[in-house]
């Protein structure tokens, strides 16, 4: 955490970046990477549903991404750092970057806590990675199974 805080801060300098928390699992991330980070900030949160529906027979299912709370603050000229708990495919999280990109920021990065690349269906510029992890999942420091077990203090793998 401790080297992530410092190359943003680094990269950020005179900059006063938006850090904006995708809800509810990157909460935990945000709170420890804003503590490490030694520039003027502010931070935001958004929270976003996916559902899946079926389409007609035949033709598989479709995403529907719809945003349940949108930021608090006009992101225009701004420099916008999305924290994420985990990146997979990145499909939600490409909705939600050609979203912010319409409100015209002057920049927008990417910092994860888990990366799985090889997961990734769509390109994303993430810049900032804790770590690389594989398929396994995941409870605790956030990460929950069925919205319990967040509040455990460590990162536990969870055979189902």
Known sequence: M???????SRDYEDLEPVLISILKGAVFFLADLAREITVPMSIDFIAISTLFQ??????????QVRFLKDLDQDVEGRHLLIVED???TGLTLNYIIR???????????????LDRPYRRMVELPVKYRGFTVPDEFFVGYGFDYKQKLRNLPDICELNL
């Open 2 to 8: 401790r080297e992530l805080g410092a190359e943003i």
């Open 99 to 113: 979203n912010l990109w319409l409100r015209n920021p002057a920049s927008l990065e990417i910092a994860t806590l």
């Open 86 to 88: 985990v990146i997979d």
């Open 54 to 63: 079926d389409q007609q027979e035949g033709m598989g299912s479709r995403r």
